[in-house]
C-alpha cells in the first residue's frame, strides 16, 4: 500500500528495501541518494495511506512526483534501499529513536502477516 500516484496515473512504491524504508522521508542519514527523489504533490500530501474505517481496511494513493533528477534520480534511491546492510542499518536508527513497533489492529484488520 505504500505508492503514490504520479502525474502520469502510473503508481510506484515509496517504500522500499528489507525494512521498508520511506523515500519519502529526506532526513534519512542512511540514504543521502534519497534525497529529494520523489516528492509529494496534491491538497492533502500527508494523508494516510492505508486507514481503518468502520472495521474496514482503506487504501488511498498520495500522488507525487520524481524529484529535479527524474526517474533517474528514484531508480538510484530504489538501488540503495535495496542493500540490505544499509536498509537494516536505518531501520535500527528509526526503532531507537522512534521505538517503532507493530500495528496490532491494522494488521488484523488489513489480514497483514
Not at 504533490?41 to 495511506?49: A, E, F, I
Not at 500522488?63 to 540490505?84: E, H, I, V
Not at 536508527?93 to 484488520?109: C, E, I, S
Amino acid at each position: 500500500t505504500d505508492k503514490c500516484q504520479l502525474p502520469s496515473g502510473e503508481y510506484i512504491s515509496f517504500s522500499i528495501g528489507l525494512w521498508q524504508i520511506n523515500m519519502l522521508d529526506s532526513t534519512q542519514p542512511e540514504f543521502p541518494e534519497c534525497k529529494d527523489a520523489l516528492i509529494l504533490t496534491g491538497k492533502d500530501p500527508n494523508r494516510c495511506v492505508t486507514r481503518i474505517k468502520s472495521g474496514k481496511c482503506i487504501v488511498t494513493y498520495r500522488s507525487c512526483k520524481f524529484g529535479s533528477n527524474g526517474q533517474a534520480g528514484y531508480n538510484a534511491c530504489k538501488t540503495a534501499l535495496s542493500d540490505p546492510v544499509r536498509n537494516t542499518k536505518q531501520a535500527c536508527t528509526l526503532f531507537n529513536k522512534r521505538q517503532w513497533g507493530p500495528w496490532p489492529h491494522t494488521k488484523k484488520v488489513c489480514a497483514l502477516p
